[in-house]
């Protein structure tokens, strides 16, 4: 045994777990040669972004009260813009997650009369009360706006003819969710996301198309903002925070759809102006400036899982050798003790909270009993390596993230370590015998 053999059984990984899951890995060489290329160009691009906006160690100040002039602010939003290649942005603590971003931009653009389009399905679960599908006081139905939707076909791609028919006069924004997020369905590809953009365009160019891009950051080599989106939007405890950012959410876009939404996250005649950056400005560079490397690092380990699990006869999505989008990986497990067993070994893999034993709970706002498990640094950070399932039918775990590559492969190989604990897994007997 070799030092880092000896720490993995130190750490509760058996011998033939692990040698299991390095002769996965075996077979991912070329695989995560491409994701290091895919990462290293997205550094340049943050670095060179970073440059041309004369980043300074003066942005790292914090500023407090109104926050009138806060150089680190105003840069920080001109990095997020070049970066993406929009022409303005909006990077804030004030705007506490994803939703709230989402919501921002959809207030702050959308007027009583006008209908948003959902062109990729149903929105994310958290969107359904900003919108009013699930009537919630202070929705966006309440203020007269309308909603329409356009399911994606059977195999998960734009159903243009729908879109057509549903892209009425009233039509004001278009919304793209770029993500799965947690459906069946498969994440759009950013020139999926181009085609249906440039589709939208050529029927009614004055629409507003903006893309919801939460774990999607990163993942490909351009953004949908790059791709004729004229709003991209997603949160700083994903991929773009890289870990670092204790919160926040970002909007970046057409400098006047922008404006918008920040008069509408601050008022009307104060918009970008005001917002102290309360000091948070280092760890939002920082992160950005790691977001590159951490999201290569979150993407290694959802294919590890995805070829693991898969290569046991588990049902995974996306599938072990697909193309990928975003960071989240499902792993049907089939019975309740699998999606358990899971949790408890990603849990236990956690450098925060790692002593203690996620179980299922019934969770406000879900219709089954819940397992959650993240040691994260961040509360509810899900660019740190975190998992959750719902104990129903099909049994299903979502898995993202990993800060860093090391720990997503022990958190995976500690998952694995548990459902062999439980008897849940047999490893085909020949691996067995070739571990001793
Ligand atoms: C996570 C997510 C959101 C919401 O983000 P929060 O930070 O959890 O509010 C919205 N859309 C998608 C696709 C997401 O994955």
Not at 79 to 102: D, K, M, N, S, W
Request: include cysteine; glycine fraction near 10%.
């Amino acid at each position: 045994m070799n030092k880092t053999e000896e720490m993995y059984t130190a750490l509760g990984i058996a011998p033939e777990v692990l040698s299991y899951g390095e002769k996965i890995l075996e077979g991912l060489k070329e695989r995560f040669e491409k994701i290091d290329e895919r990462a290293e160009y997205n550094q340049l691009k943050v670095i060179r972004a970073m440059q041309e906006c004369r980043v300074s160690a003066e942005c790292f100040q914090t500023s407090s009260g109104y926050g009138y002039n806060d150089l680190g602010r105003d840069t920080l939003e001109k990095v997020y813009a070049r970066t993406f290649q929009a022409e303005a942005g909006l990077v804030r603590p004030q705007i506490t997650c994803g939703t709230h971003a989402l919501a921002v931009t959809l207030f702050g653009n959308l007027r009583p009369g006008d209908e948003l389009l959902s062109i990729s399905g149903k929105p994310y679960d958290t969107l359904e009360e900003v919108i009013g599908i699930r009537p919630s006081m202070g929705s966006l139905a309440e203020y007269g706006v309308t909603y329409a939707q356009a399911d994606l076909k059977e195999d998960g791609s734009f159903d243009f003819e729908a879109i057509r028919r549903l892209l009425r006069p009233e039509t004001k924004m278009v919304e793209i969710q770029r993500s799965k997020g947690y459906q069946t369905r498969p994440t759009l590809s950013v020139d999926q996301i181009e085609e249906a953009i440039s589709f939208v365009k050529s029927i009614r160019p004055d629409v507003i198309c903006m893309v919801d891009n939460c774990y999607g950051e990163f993942v490909e080599d351009r953004e949908p903002s790059e791709a004729g989106a004229d709003l991209m939007v997603g949160s700083l405890i994903k991929n773009p925070g890289g870990g670092l950012a204790p919160c926040g959410g970002y909007i970046v876009g057409k400098e006047e759809y922008v404006e918008q939404a920040a008069r509408r996250l601050t008022c009307p005649g104060l918009g970008k102006e005001v917002g102290a950056s309360l000091g948070v400005m280092q760890s939002f560079y920082q992160g950005f400036f790691l977001a590159p490397v951490v999201t290569a690092a979150a993407l290694k380990s959802a294919i590890f899982a995805a070829n693991l699990y898969g290569s046991l006869g588990f049902s995974v999505v996306p599938g072990p050798k697909e193309e990928r989008h975003d960071i989240i990986q499902a792993v049907t497990f089939g019975v309740p003790e699998g999606v358990i067993a899971f949790c408890k070994g990603i849990q236990a893999a956690a450098p925060v909270d790692s002593y203690v034993t996620p179980e299922p709970w019934a969770m406000p706002g879900y219709d089954s009993d819940v397992i959650m498990a993240a040691g994260a640094f961040v509360q509810g950070s899900s660019i740190e390596l975190s998992a959750d399932g719902p104990i129903k039918p099909p049994y299903a775990v979502y898995f993202q993230g990993g800060l860093t590559w090391p720990h997503g492969k022990f958190g995976i190989l500690m998952s694995l370590q548990k459902l062999y604990e439980a008897g849940t897994i047999h490893f085909p007997s020949d691996q067995i015998q070739e571990s001793v």
